[in-house]
């Protein structure tokens, strides 16, 4: 055997071990390598929803759960969230195109008055990496800006976030304002950021408090499929 860099040859991998691959390299943020990897599998037949959710959204869960447990930080996560966008943009067109079962989609930002959003930002890059489709309102965001986006995306899920103890009522707001145009049910309302915790959230009626990205993806995950089991 040779001493020189045993490089891996991604094609040269059989469909477990290039699954297995992809989640060490999505762990590491290696976006080429990803990007590369779900080509082959298309390559080899795979549905592209198998690949979003065996391959990449398989590995966006541990990085998610080492992330809630402190192993992993915000900048390593961007990265694992960068290197699973690679992956998405050649299988959004592709996922359309066979119409495959939607996890749900999110209008996500941070409240008026408020322009803190790393946290917002995890919780959407999260959400992406869970198969949710995701739109990112940005910051200091007014009750319209989550209602007209909310209805012009057809959003099953309008996420809040404050950093500021200043910026937090403004949360009951947007779900007041909900509840008077007679929307209140028409949409999961999760919120999150550091000055909350769960009494506020129950006190201001969302639906849930999410204390991290993790929890947030979850919790989504959960209360999407509730509501499909109920209707179905």
Known sequence: MSNEDDEIILSELNDDDLVLQMMDDLYDGLKEEIAEAVGILLERGWQPYDVLTKALVAGMTVVGNDFRDGILFVPEVLMAAGAMKGGMAILKPLLIETDAPKMGKMV???????????????????????????????????????????????????????????????????????????????????????????????????????RDAAVAVQTAKDMIARKHNLRG
């Open 108 to 210: 996500i930002g941070t409240v008026k008055g408020d322009i803190h959003d790393i946290g917002k930002n995890l919780v959407a890059m999260m959400m992406e990496g869970a198969g949710f489709e995701v739109v990112d309102l940005g910051i200091n965001n007014a009750v319209d800006s989550y209602l007209e986006a909310a209805e012009r995306e057809g959003a099953d899920i309008i996420g809040m976030s404050a950093l500021l103890t200043t910026t937090m009522p403004y949360m009951k707001v947007v779900i007041d304002t909900l509840k008077e145009q007679g929307k209140r049910d028409d949409y999961l309302v999760l919120i999150g950021g550091a000055p909350l915790n769960e009494e506020f959230g129950k006190a201001i009626g969302a639906d849930a408090y999410c």
